[in-house]
């Protein structure tokens, strides 16, 4: 059976939620493989809407197991709330329909406060954009091997003996910012406090999943944020702390490279970013604004404006060719509608010279002009539409353009927030 992993394209708020809800129908187990709590997920279901950060989305269908895996980062005092959040909405959370690596990294209290201050402490021009949840700083502890992890919180010797390497770390650096030591022992009450609600949900995730690949369950992969925020194949140093492209699935459960069948880029009709970094097709003018407008773009997670700009083929075909991805979902066509003139960005120009890919240098993505092709739009609604005959004449030709430039086909469009408001093409789970 086919195993999907589903990767933003762009830099993130693409539309991932709405389908990897709509792919979780037919899923059996929905991972999340990367990210934290700054992801911000929205569905809508029979009117219903649904605000999820640490949850897989498939945790609001019944019957299906929801994994958080080890390539997460986890603040298991968020994880509780939002479980207490999504259960008064109706929805049963349990070990049974969901599971924690037990190797996941824990985000504790200091890696917020570390975030936070290293963001104030910036000066103007290389303040990240951070969500100030200590998403960074816990990837940090990471991979400089201090971390607290889910399965140090079932022994108390083991999780003294990680909290005190972690704080050999952080009282340094919370003295040079002018902040106190970290109170040990509160800190170890509240570990201790979360320990008997989070270890229920403890697994092997890694044989769990293992186990479901050989019985032929399907797995589908989702990811957080968007490509372009990659670690190393995003706008560095305005990106997140992890790696975000479609490789990262199978080390962030723990399976091979060999489980993922197929992969599906999430992609917006326009571009849009939140935070800090270069944004090449950025607008700054009334369509600008009728993109933000229309397209309610205001961050899930924080409530912060998007910034909006024209589509821009050539970031897209390159977030293809890291994720390897297989197809598009393009989604939000519907905020498009009206616009007399559309523009796609189909190169960059720096310093005289023509590129077909953004630079890696910072200094000149930041300086790069981008070059315009131009389409006319359509007047009439394409909001709801769920067959191509739905569609104007000219939003298809807008469509396929796209398919040409970023050279990957369309397999979903997307015409609304509801979830059966999609056009399929290409069915990804198809044996």
Same mark, same amino acid.
């Given at each position: 059976?086919?195993?999907?992993?589903?990767?933003?394209? +762009?830099?993130?708020?693409?539309?991932?939620?709405?389908?990897?809800?709509?792919?979780?129908?037919?899923?059996?187990?929905?991972?999340r493989f990367q990210g934290g709590h700054n992801a911000g997920h929205t569905l809508v279901i029979d009117g219903k809407v649904y605000k999820l950060h640490a949850l897989p989305s498939g945790v609001v269908r019944g019957g299906k197991l929801s994994v958080i895996g080890n390539g997460v980062v986890l603040d298991p005092w968020h994880l509780m709330k939002e479980i207490e959040t999504i259960r008064a909405q109706g929805v049963e959370i349990t070990p049974e329909t969901l599971m924690i690596a037990e190797n996941t990294p824990l985000i504790l209290p200091i890696h917020g406060e570390l975030d936070r201050a290293?963001?104030?402490?910036?000066?103007?021009?290389?303040?990240?954009?951070?969500?100030?949840?200590?998403?960074?700083?816990?990837?940090?502890?990471?991979?400089?091997?201090?971390?607290?992890?889910?399965?140090?919180?079932?022994?108390?010797?083991?999780?003294?003996?990680?909290?005190?390497?972690?704080?050999?770390?952080?009282?340094?650096?919370?003295?040079?910012?002018?902040?106190?030591?970290?109170?040990?022992?509160?800190?170890?009450? +509240?570990?201790?406090?979360?320990?008997?609600?989070?270890?229920?949900?403890?697994?092997?995730?890694?044989?769990?999943?293992?186990?479901?690949?050989?019985?032929?369950?399907?797995?589908?992969?989702?990811?957080? +944020?968007?490509?372009?925020?990659?670690?190393?194949?995003?706008?560095?140093?305005? &990106?997140?702390?992890?790696?975000?492209?479609?490789? +990262?699935?199978?080390?962030? &459960?723990?399976?091979?490279?060999?489980?993922?069948?197929?992969?599906?880029?999430? &992609?917006?009709?326009?571009?849009?970013? &939140?935070?800090?970094?270069?944004?090449? @097709?950025?607008?700054?003018?009334?369509?600008?604004?009728?993109?933000?407008?229309?397209?309610?773009?205001?961050?899930?997670? @924080?409530?912060?404006?998007?910034?909006?700009?024209?589509?821009?083929?050539?970031?897209?075909?390159?977030?293809?060719?890291?994720?390897?991805?297989?197809?598009?979902?393009? @989604?939000?066509?519907?905020?498009?509608?009206?616009?007399?003139?559309?523009?796609?960005?189909?190169?960059?120009?720096?310093?005289?010279?023509?590129?077909?890919?953004?630079?890696?240098?910072?200094?000149?993505?930041?300086?790069?002009?981008?070059?315009? !092709?131009?389409?006319?739009?359509?007047?009439?609604?394409?909001?709801?539409?769920?067959?191509?005959?739905?569609?104007?004449?000219?939003?298809?030709?807008?469509?396929?353009?796209? !398919?040409?430039?970023?050279?990957?086909?369309?397999?979903?469009?997307?015409?609304?927030?509801?979830?059966?408001?999609?056009?399929?093409?290409?069915?990804?789970?198809?044996?």
């Open positions: 059976m086919a195993n999907v992993v589903v990767v933003g394209a +762009q830099w993130g708020d693409e539309g991932k939620g709405k389908i990897v809800d709509w792919l979780s129908e037919r899923a059996d187990v929905i991972c290293r963001e104030e402490a910036a000066s103007k021009g290389t303040k990240i954009g951070t969500t100030g949840r200590g998403i960074g700083p816990a990837y940090e502890d990471k991979v400089g091997r201090r971390s607290v992890r889910v399965a140090d919180l079932a022994d108390r010797a083991t999780l003294e003996a990680r909290v005190d390497r972690a704080l050999q770390h952080h009282d340094p650096l919370r003295k040079g910012l002018g902040f106190e030591p970290v109170d040990r022992d509160a800190l170890l009450t +509240q570990l201790t406090e979360v320990a008997d609600l989070i270890l229920p949900f403890a697994a092997p995730v890694w044989k769990v999943l293992n186990e479901k690949r050989k019985a032929g369950r399907r797995i589908l992969f989702e990811g957080a +944020q968007g490509a372009l925020l990659d670690i190393d194949f995003g706008t560095y140093p305005f &990106v997140t702390s992890s790696n975000v492209i479609a490789g +990262q699935a199978a080390t962030g &459960v723990g399976l091979g490279p060999g489980a993922i069948d197929y992969v599906l880029g999430i &992609v917006k009709a326009y571009t849009t970013r &939140v935070g800090e970094g270069p944004f090449p @097709t950025e607008l700054h003018d009334d369509d600008g604004q009728r993109l933000g407008e229309r397209g309610h773009e205001f961050g899930t997670t @924080t409530g912060r404006k998007r910034r909006c700009g024209w589509f821009d083929a050539c970031l897209v075909r390159q977030t293809c060719a890291t994720s390897g991805v297989n197809g598009i979902s393009l @989604t939000k066509l519907d905020v498009l509608d009206g616009f007399e003139t559309l523009k796609i960005c189909v190169g960059y120009e720096l310093d005289g010279q023509r590129y077909d890919y953004l630079p890696t240098a910072a200094e000149e993505q930041a300086r790069c002009t981008p070059i315009y !092709e131009e389409m006319p739009g359509w007047s009439e609604s394409t909001e709801g539409a769920r067959s191509w005959v739905d569609l104007p004449g000219e939003a298809i030709k807008y469509v396929r353009r796209i !398919e040409e430039l970023i050279e990957c086909p369309v397999a979903l469009l997307s015409t609304s927030p509801e979830r059966e408001d999609t056009i399929l093409v290409t069915d990804p789970f198809a044996d």
